[in-house]
């Protein structure tokens, strides 16, 4: 399943969120984890997170745009995702197949590579959009497309904020359920 005997690189995918203040903290969890980390924003998202400092830490640039044709891949291939936070707007595009940011081309492309994915979508609960019928609909999809949709608002309260342990705890979870032929 992977090209190496442990998955190493992991993208993170931050959306636009006020909860994205936390990808930080996930970017730390995760290295000392032993990931290789590279972070990916919607380009609303980089009006949310620290760029400067996801670089220092990662290495690597932050992207949210498409490359040129003829520049080289800056970022290595990931292993596995977590998209955190994931807002309303991508998690809906992504379930339909809607690329048109970098970040959910890259979010359609591994899933159709049946990579392991985690989403944890971030956003204010109990005003609508969590209950809207496009949202449902969209978490049932991306979940009967292998993706783990981790949401449990009434545990991580506010706004399914999951602490960076329990993603990857549940990251750690997916990845071997495919290692296993489980998934």
């Known amino acids: 399943m992977f090209d190496r005997p442990h998955p190493q690189v992991l993208y993170v995918i931050a959306c636009g969120s006020s909860s994205a203040f936390l990808t930080l903290a996930l970017v730390k969890c995760a290295?000392?984890?032993?990931?290789?980390?590279?972070v990916i924003t919607t380009p609303?998202?980089?009006?949310?997170?620290?760029?400067?400092?996801?670089?220092?830490?990662?290495?690597?640039?932050?992207?949210?745009?498409?490359?040129k044709p003829e520049e080289p891949d800056v970022l290595p291939?990931?292993?596995a995702i977590i998209v955190f936070p994931a807002t309303f707007n991508t998690i809906n595009k992504w379930a339909l197949g809607i690329s048109d940011t970098l970040a959910v081309g890259l979010l359609s492309e591994y899933t159709g590579l049946n990579r392991p994915i985690v989403a944890v979508p971030c956003f204010r609960t109990g005003g609508g959009l969590d209950t809207n019928p496009?949202?449902?609909r969209s978490v049932r999809l991306l979940r009967k497309y292998k993706v783990h949709v981790l949401y449990e608002p009434q545990l991580y309260p506010p706004k399914n904020r999951v602490p960076p342990e329990i993603i990857l705890t549940t990251l750690n979870s997916v990845i071997q359920e495919k290692v296993h032929g489980n998934n």
């Open 134 to 136: 496009a949202f449902k």
């Open 31 to 38: 290295q000392s984890a032993g990931w290789t980390v590279c």
């Open 44 to 67: 609303y998202g980089r009006n949310f997170l620290d760029i400067s400092a996801l670089e220092q830490l990662t290495g690597y640039p932050v992207r949210s745009e498409y490359k």
């Open 77 to 79: 291939p990931a292993d």
